[in-house]
């Protein structure tokens, strides 16, 4: 399975947003009780889009880990990351946020600029610059963010799979 995810599949392919997220669940949900992170779906309709499934696990799990790695950086807080899937005309969505507190608005437009990073020598600074071309150029999608209640809310729109 392991193997599999990070294979690049260049064969597109009909799934649900859902089906991501349970795979990322299948292969890393350890890593995240480790780090008493909690991934909770709020909503979840049976939403399918046509794409490149192992890169959109790749950016799930990027998302995952950065919300992770802020929620783990600011000590003892309630760590959760909360899932919304839903369609939206032709498009799927699925939104995932983080109790992390949010982005700094002095770097909110920064994060997708490749070798920006909040994490010192530990980042590259290319995970979130790979997601958003991942969703907008390879699956022509949409990958932004904003801050939420409790942290960073980032929404992937993707295109719909007809029926």
């Given at each position: ?25 299948k292969l890393f949900a350890r890593h995240y009780q480790h780090d ?32 992770r790695d802020v929620m783990v950086g600011r000590g003892p807080i ?86």
């Amino acid at each position: 399975d392991f193997r599999r995810f990070f294979d690049p599949d260049r064969k597109k392919g009909r799934f649900t947003l859902l089906a991501g997220v349970d795979e990322i669940m299948k292969l890393f949900a350890r890593h995240y009780q480790h780090d008493n992170v909690s991934i909770r779906i709020l909503d979840s309709d049976e939403v399918f889009v046509e794409g490149y499934f192992n890169e959109y696990c790749q950016v799930l799990l990027n998302l995952f880990n950065n919300a992770r790695d802020v929620m783990v950086g600011r000590g003892p807080i309630e760590r959760e990351i909360t899932i919304e899937i839903y369609s939206e005309e032709q498009m799927g969505v699925i939104i995932i946020e983080d109790s992390g507190g949010g982005i700094a608005e002095d770097v909110m437009n920064k994060i997708f600029t490749p070798y920006f990073t909040t994490k010192g020598t530990k980042g590259t600074g290319i995970g979130l610059y790979m997601s958003k071309g991942i969703i907008e150029e390879s699956m022509r999608g949409l990958l932004s963010v904003e801050n939420g209640n409790r942290g960073a809310r980032f929404t992937i729109k993707l295109p719909r799979s007809p029926v």
